[in-house]
């Protein structure tokens, strides 16, 4: 019997007390694991960066997760602003670490942090502040409010016909929830829109090559088994990852086809 993909995670890097640790959210572990059935690896962010072919090759999959923290915009070409939160262990790890994993057909899966980190890697550019932009709506959750309101649903989505998100759905409207400040202004090179928010706001993307490359930017692992078109994006990412762990294991065996 084959046994589980591994999937890397990167950490975030946190300071507890007088400590930095590296850490990710258990949302995501968990719904790696209930809604993937894949086993979760967790990935060092440091800086400077450990070697990405050291993991990649390792590895069958990637999940870049969300994080309290932004991508700082010097990669993109903008200026800061002040109490802007910034990881720069994790841009260091993950902005090398993504065209890398792209390049050579690993299944990645990218969640809100993780989805602007893609269209960054690939020469895009953000909304620093959604909120503030003419013609966008703010999707900014209350952090007053219980998880559950936070995490619950917030606005449709419209869903491009015949994408990989319209086939899970089953339709082309879906609703989910909306729990970030900065947003896709240029898409990056090589990313399709798959969705997009009422304002125009992209919200998520495709790789527009071959194998399973999908961004989101809302939170689909938040209560993953409960929400079917949420596990069902978990699934399809599991599914990709079997099949790329398959293919990995063919190619170690002498005398058998990739």
Not at 59 to 85: C, F, K, R
Not at 234 to 257: I, K, M, N, S, V
């Amino acid at each position: 019997m084959a046994l589980p993909p591994l999937v890397g995670l990167p950490t975030d890097c946190k300071q507890l007390g007088q400590h930095p640790f590296l850490a990710v959210g258990g949302k995501y572990v968990r719904a790696v694991v209930d809604g993937a059935g894949v086993t979760p690896v967790l990935l060092p962010t440091l800086v400077p960066p450990l070697p990405a072919e050291d993991w990649l090759a390792r590895l069958d999959g990637l999940v870049l997760t969300g994080a309290t923290s932004n991508i700082e915009p010097h990669h993109y070409g903008q200026q800061s602003w002040e109490g802007n939160p910034h990881d720069p262990a994790r841009d260091a790890t993950t902005l090398g670490l993504v065209p890398q994993a792209v390049a050579m057909g690993l299944p990645v899966l990218a969640i809100c942090r993780g989805f602007q980190e893609v269209n960054v890697a690939f020469g895009g550019t953000l909304h620093q502040k959604v909120h503030e932009v003419p013609g966008l709506a703010d999707h900014r959750e209350d952090p007053d409010d219980p998880l559950e309101v936070q995490y619950g649903p917030a606005h449709d989505l419209e869903l491009v016909p015949g994408g990989l998100l319209a086939r899970i759905a089953g339709g082309t409207r879906v609703r989910v929830n909306s729990v970030h400040g900065q947003g896709v202004d240029r898409l990056g090179a090589g990313l399709k829109v798959e969705a997009t928010a009422p304002d125009g706001l992209v919200e998520a993307f495709a790789g527009e090559g071959p194998g399973f490359l999908l961004g989101v930017q809302w939170h689909p692992e938040w209560r993953v088994t409960e929400n079917p078109f949420y596990l069902g994006i978990f699934r399809a990412f599991g599914e990709a990852c079997r099949q790329y762990a398959a293919r990995r294991a063919g190619r170690a065996l002498p005398g058998r086809a990739a």
